[in-house]
């Protein structure tokens, strides 16, 4: 019920190109589904998050896709740019417990 | 301070010594939680605390693990006996719990090696 599957596990997409990472949850309960970047020897930080009540967010280049119905969301980065190379995470927590459940991490490589 | 402050930074300690892992979190960020990391993979969640709440330890691997919350501030993570599969990288990170927004904020972990 806790569980938040992420895929794939590491990919690699040319400069300009546009990199989707994929989660699904199963609880229902959760409402809230937050992103983080992780850099090399960095702790992780907050990157764009969204609640189910919107089925799309944007944030600059970083887009995510909400699918209530399926309990999938989804990030997309527009653009991308070596400096976007780094480990994304999704997440997600419900109001009354706002414990994070973690993804298993995606290794994003931008290469020029 | 200006963020989630963790130390040390790196700790190499022997199998079967004890540990103990310190973290600062934000002033007043009432939330405070562990997670663990082994090398390239995900964030496995340790401990929780909320609050006064008595924290959520659903977590932690072993009873060789413990964590405490001092006066709502500080938090020590300690690991008795540590074994070689302690080693990881121990993250920590706090938040606010406004309810509109639940953004956890990270320290850079401490890595800890068990030789």
């Known amino acids: 019920q806790q569980q938040v599957k992420q895929s794939p596990q590491s990919l690699i997409v040319q400069k300009g190109g546009i990199p989707i990472i994929n989660c699904a949850y199963e609880?229902?309960?959760?409402?809230?589904f937050p992103w983080y970047q992780q850099f090399p020897g960095k702790g992780p930080a907050l990157l764009i998050a969204?609640?189910?009540?919107?089925s799309e967010k944007k944030e600059g280049r970083f887009t995510i896709s909400f699918n209530k119905s399926a309990k999938q969301f989804s990030l997309h980065i527009m653009d991308s740019q070596p400096g976007d190379s780094a480990t994304y995470f999704c997440?997600?927590?419900?109001?009354?417990?706002?414990?994070?459940?973690f993804g298993t991490g995606t290794r994003l490589t931008i290469i020029p | 301070g200006a963020g989630v402050s963790q130390s040390p930074s790196n700790k190499v300690t022997e199998k079967g010594k004890d540990v103990e892992l310190r973290c600062d979190p934000i002033?007043?960020?009432?939330?405070l939680y562990w997670y663990r990391q082994s090398l390239g993979q995900g964030l496995e969640f340790l401990i929780y605390?909320?609050?006064?709440?008595?924290?959520?330890k659903s977590g932690l691997p072993s009873d060789r693990f413990s964590a405490e919350r001092t006066g709502g501030s500080v938090s020590t993570l300690t690991i008795q006996r540590t074994q070689q599969e302690d080693s990881a990288v121990y993250l920590c990170?706090?938040?606010?719990?406004?309810?509109?927004?639940?953004?956890?904020?990270f320290g850079q972990g401490t890595r800890l090696t068990v030789v």
């Open positions: 002033s007043g960020h009432t939330a």
């Open positions: 969204i609640r189910p009540d919107v």
């Open positions: 605390f909320q609050g006064n709440s008595a924290p959520d």
């Open positions: 997440a997600a927590s419900y109001s009354g417990n706002e414990k994070l459940t």
């Open positions: 990170a706090s938040s606010s719990l406004t309810g509109i927004n639940t953004e956890a904020f």
């Open positions: 609880n229902t309960a959760f409402d809230y």
